[in-house]
């Protein structure tokens, strides 16, 4: 099966978590990176150390008790991960009737999405998937992103997150502005990051960047590494 790749956005949405262990977890704690307003998390065993540090974060709300079909009002996306196959097989039955998106844990047929591995530097999100062929080999792919992508990805994406408005509120034409975004993409900066050299970055930038904008340079780089 090919899936439809796409970055979901839960921001202010209503999640709901159902079972708390391990891969709970790892769920949980992917979930609240991306700002949900509320996540409630069910299940019939108290939880871990390690959840309970992610419990502390008050967009959490944590019942110890069964999941039931009004679990599911109101929710934008289910995640479940219980140790019971028939628990998880109703909650897809019943995401599935309500249009509810959601994730069974090794249970892709009864998913209507599928959870890739991830590699994040700053606003950089690389997302790695074998359809479920072989999660091993999707985490071998996973490690070998984040030693090729390291933190200078991140401070490059910051660094054009801080150009790219600036530049369009200078009124110039798009073709303009393309132009010097693909400059700046295609020069020595992102190198000059990931050494560390400041000075040049700031020259580099003293180049390309339009007359009007190069008294603002150092606030652009300030804080990048």
Do not use: W
Not at 176 to 201: C, D, H, I, K, Y
């Amino acid at each position: 099966m090919n899936y439809y790749p796409v970055f979901l956005k839960v921001e202010n949405r209503k999640c709901l978590l159902v079972g708390a262990g391990s891969v709970g977890v790892r769920k949980l704690g992917s979930l609240l990176e991306c700002g949900p307003e509320s996540v409630t998390v069910l299940d019939t065993s108290e939880p871990g150390s390690d959840m309970l540090l992610l419990l502390e974060d008050p967009r959490v709300r944590f019942e110890q008790r069964a999941f039931v079909p009004a679990d599911l009002d109101g929710i934008f996306l289910a995640l479940a991960c219980t140790s019971n196959n028939e628990v998880n097989r109703l909650i897809s039955e019943l995401c599935r009737e309500r249009s509810v998106l959601c994730n069974i844990a090794d249970y892709p047929e009864g998913s209507n999405f599928i959870v890739p591995s991830v590699v994040r530097q700053g606003e950089l999100t690389l997302a790695v998937s074998t359809g479920g062929a072989s999660p091993a080999f999707t985490r071998k792919v996973r490690r070998e992103l984040e030693v090729i992508f390291g933190p200078h990805y991140g401070a490059f994406i910051t660094l054009m997150g801080r150009i790219r408005p600036m530049v369009l509120d200078l009124g110039k034409e798009t073709s303009q502005n393309t132009a010097l975004f693909r400059q700046l993409v295609a020069s020595p900066v992102l190198e000059e990051l990931e050494a560390g050299n400041m000075s040049l970055v700031e020259e580099q930038l003293g180049r390309i960047l339009p007359d009007e904008l190069v008294s603002r340079i150092p606030e652009l780089i300030n804080e990048l590494i």
